[in-house]
């Protein structure tokens, strides 16, 4: 199935689809020259999306698989369409300038609860490289072969599918106990949490929460992705609030000195932290990178 789709702005239509990658070998995403492909699990089942966009603007979509209609009736709010700027403005000369350059960025929304929940819950408390590493050998082992004509696409798993892996295969998977647990428990209510989604930010906060092993900050990453929210702050992430502080004041911010800092930006508080990050980008690192775990079966001292 294809559809051609042309933005009521000068949309940056690959660089906003990127935003659903989860790192450089995320088996659900692939780019071939001009195009990127995309495996997602929607409701209606496994579809395979691939977008272009053409030098006047207007973006050309394909699809494959039993949810290729869905895919391609979201792809509007996956490149940006829903996201509303209207009444942002990063009050600093130095954010301002930049995005008086890049006005036309917008965060995307895939509608999708549980595909963005699970790499999420395998970033919790874990080097990028660990989180990655277990997102990828996940889908891998137990994903399946995306529709269509790309070769090595995976879709990936069911939350039935995840709810049948066994305690040691999530070890091999160099995924700890604490992490699968909340995984399985996401995955028995992932109806609920879908239903959740189609009610908005607020709704969908609200059902992760009262998950254990659910808090702030994979709530606002779930809501970034899924749902677009550019008001949905990571906090009690190891480097935001330090970034931010040290961007903006010279010195370093905690949660709470974030929180204050970025009150009068609602609704668009994640907005200005991704403004800055892009500016600014982290500040200086002086420390040794944490080397990632060896004990669990999934990894060899010495090898990555």
Known sequence: MTRSWR???????LDTLRQQRRGGGDPTYQIEGARHWHAMRTPTGAATL??????????????????????????????????????????????SAHWARHPHWRFGRSGLVVQSLVPTILEQKVTGQEALAGYRSLIRRHGEPAPGPMVNLMVPPTPETIRLIPSWEWLHLHVDHARSTAILRACVVADGLERAGTRGPDALDAALRSLPGIGVWSSAEVRRVALGDADAVSFGDYHVAKDVGWAMTGTPFDDAEMAAFL???RPHRNRLVTLIGQVAGGRPRHGARMAPRTHLPGRTPGRR
Request: with cysteine; glycine share 14%; charged share 20%.
């Open 263 to 265: 009150e009068p930006w």
């Open 50 to 95: 691939a977008v272009s966009q053409r030098s006047d603007g207007e973006v050309e979509a394909s699809a494959w698989g039993e949810g290729a209609t869905w895919a391609l009736d979201a792809l509007p709010g996956l490149l940006g369409a829903d996201d509303d700027v209207s009444g942002f403005e990063p009050g600093h000369p130095v954010l």
């Open 7 to 13: 933005p009521g702005w000068p949309c940056p239509a």
